[in-house]
Structures are given as C-alpha cells and as structure tokens.
C-alpha cells in the first residue's frame, strides 16, 4: 500500500514540475480569463491572438457572448476558446502573464464558457 502511495505522490509531483496538463493534475475542469490587472493594449492584442487562432464569433454583435461589450470580457472570452482549444496547458493561458487559470466556471447568462 505504501508503494501505491508513493507512487501517486510522484506522478502528482510529476504532472506539476512537468507543466502538464491541469486536468489532469486535481480532475476539475479550468478555464482560463483575463487578469483584471491586464491594460487595454494587452487585452487588444490577446483577443487579435487568439482569434487568429480560433473561432471567436460567439463574441460577436448579437451572439451569446457579446455582452458586456469590453475588452476584459472579450478578451477572457477569446483566451478561453484558445485555451481549451490548445489543450488546456497552463502555457496555453500564460499570454504575457495575462492570463489567469480558474477552477469556477465563468459562464454567466447565456454564455457558456467551454
């Protein structure tokens, strides 16, 4: 029994030296969203970003994600696609140390953060 333990114990101790995937490190699902600290030109530039790398139109005028119409909103919402598109690694998120990985699900009214 204490070899199982020991065992798992490096594993964990693997997956967070390793940078691996965050799923798999606590089996909760993560989200990634903007630093509220995150100035206007960061932002701008994670959204043109991401969205050059995912399908960003659920942010779109009149789509489920457009509301509130700000740049920390879009920007959560466009590094979010990327992350969870990527995999869901913390590098994925990083976006010049902009980007903040959560464990509560930021979905709010009808939009529905993947």
């Known amino acids: 029994m204490a070899k199982v333990a020991a065992l798992s114990l490096f594993f964990l101790l693997l997956s967070f030296t390793s940078g691996g995937n965050l799923m798999m490190v606590n089996g909760q699902k993560t989200w990634c969203v903007a630093k509220p600290s995150s100035d206007q030109a960061t932002l701008l530039a994670n959204i043109n970003y991401a969205c050059s790398q995912v399908d960003c139109r659920v942010m779109q005028k009149g789509c489920p994600c457009f509301t509130p119409d700000n740049l920390i909103n879009h920007a959560s919402i466009a ?3 990327y992350y969870q598109a990527k995999g869901r690694n913390r590098w ?11 464990i509560t699900d930021p979905s709010y009214a009808n939009c529905i953060y993947e």
Do not use: A, K, Q
């Open 79 to 81: 590094m979010n696609l």
């Open 92 to 102: 994925n998120c990083d976006f010049r140390s902009s980007g903040l990985v959560v």
